[in-house]
């Protein structure tokens, strides 16, 4: 059975609000048709003669909608997180260059945030609201892949927030340059200091993909055929769902690009920091699954921790750290390139080969 719900399943319990007609800065032909496209794009329900014995093609999505803006809440205004969760819808209305609609999937507050939203005005892009109890962040997260009309979709914590404008933009410059299936881009903390250098972190953080999450689902623009294909997340796990998706997403074949853009801040208070246990917990089954998958490796539970937590192989499976370098030269594409990134992707190596030897298991 599909973890992601069928969209006859959710439709007419969506609330649409339009996006305000843009007004045209000049009176050219050109103009005019392009405010008539925009006007045309508008709705205020969703089709419920869908069947509901399968999934939404993405022939159905309507009006030419690139990009859908995802994001899941649960009482954020009780919680304090009012004015952050404002900065959250206007940083995607802000957006510009693309077609993109905000799908906001709350989880049955009871704190006025649906009244609240409904109040919010200021929409330059399409915003449509699901209020319905759900048994946490990742069944909400594919309820959005169900209702999202857009070719591609993005998950935006209602805590984090876009502050460049130009985003959504770069990453889908990147997406028709590489023609891949997701993006992946350097975060920005909620604490204003920058995770890492954006033309640098890629050399770094992407050779050990296999033991720890190198980058943030804030930043991946996900083609949304990719995620149906995957099932999208397992709501069996509670922290780390998403870092499962994109090890699913690499064996199912999918590509990333780097997109040179650091346009997301992400709150580093979240679910995950808050129950780092558990994270590292489901971190080390999901790998286990995926190294007996992927490379019919039959690790221990311990085995896998000892990666986690250390961020090495042991010696015996230094095969694997030697295929993950191929296959990160075969899967994320558009990272920076040149003698630097060769010369760091080398040190890293001989690195990792001594800390393999002197492992301890």
Known sequence: MSRIPSIAELAGLVIAKEAHPVAAHT???????????????????????????????????????????????????????????????DSVQAQEGVNLEHLIIDGASTDGTLEWLKAYHNTKHDIRILSLPDKGIYEAMNRGIALSRGKYVIFLGSDDYFHHPGGMLASMTRIKEFGCQFTFAPVRFSDKSIRHNPQLAPQWRLHRFLVSWCFSHQTMLTLRSALLSVDGFDIAYRSAADYDLLLRLIADGARGCFVPCTFATFNVEGFSKENRDLAIQECTQILQDFYRYYYSAEMTYDEVAYIVKHRVYPHRYMYIYKDTQKLIRERFIGVPGGLKAWLSRWFNYIKYYLKCRNSSI
Do not use: H, M, W
Request: proline share 3%.
């Open 27 to 89: 009176s050219t032909d050109e103009n005019r048709r392009v405010d008539s496209i925009k006007s045309t794009c508008r709705f205020n329900q969703i089709d419920v003669s869908i069947p509901s014995n399968r999934r939404v093609d993405l022939k159905e999505a309507s009006c030419e909608i690139e990009i859908t803006v995802v994001t899941v809440c649960f009482n954020p205004l009780a919680s304090g997180r009012r004015e952050v969760f404002l900065k959250n819808l």
